[in-house]
């Protein structure tokens, strides 16, 4: 059983910060890339950060603007969100490509955490 667990969301005004957690627990034997997505409403997911072997990779609207970052050590990723806009409101879900002690690799999703930007 592999769990991803998110923390972080919340409201806040445009220009403020926000910093979203998703920490992994189970019979992980290694983690691969780790990510973040967002969704709105009415919008398809889509990705906004990415980070695997130390390298990143952002969406290209908030380069500049958000961080991503892992500890492995504890198995969590990171994502720092600065001078949100009100665009950036979405629920944020995070993604790991973890592969089990069986040596199956799956990809696997955080239950999703509310960020909203007022204006």
């Known amino acids: 059983q592999v769990q991803l667990v998110e923390s972080g969301g919340g409201s806040v005004q445009a220009g403020g910060s926000l910093r979203l957690s998703c920490a992994a627990s189970?019979?992980?034997?290694?983690?691969?890339?780790m990510g973040w997505y967002r969704q709105a409403p009415g919008k398809q997911r889509e990705l906004v950060a990415v980070?695997?072997?130390?390298?990143?990779n952002y969406e290209d609207s908030v380069k500049g603007r958000f961080t991503i970052s892992r500890d492995n050590a504890e198995n969590t990723v990171y994502l720092q969100m600065n001078s949100l806009k009100p665009e950036d409101t979405a629920v944020y879900y995070c993604?790991?490509?973890?592969?089990?002690?069986?040596?199956?690799?799956?990809?696997?999703w955080g239950q999703g955490t509310q960020v909203t930007v007022s204006s």
């Open positions: 189970g019979t992980i034997s290694r983690i691969n890339a």
């Open positions: 993604n790991a490509d973890i592969t089990r002690f069986m040596g199956v690799t799956n990809k696997y």
């Open positions: 980070i695997s072997s130390g390298r990143t």
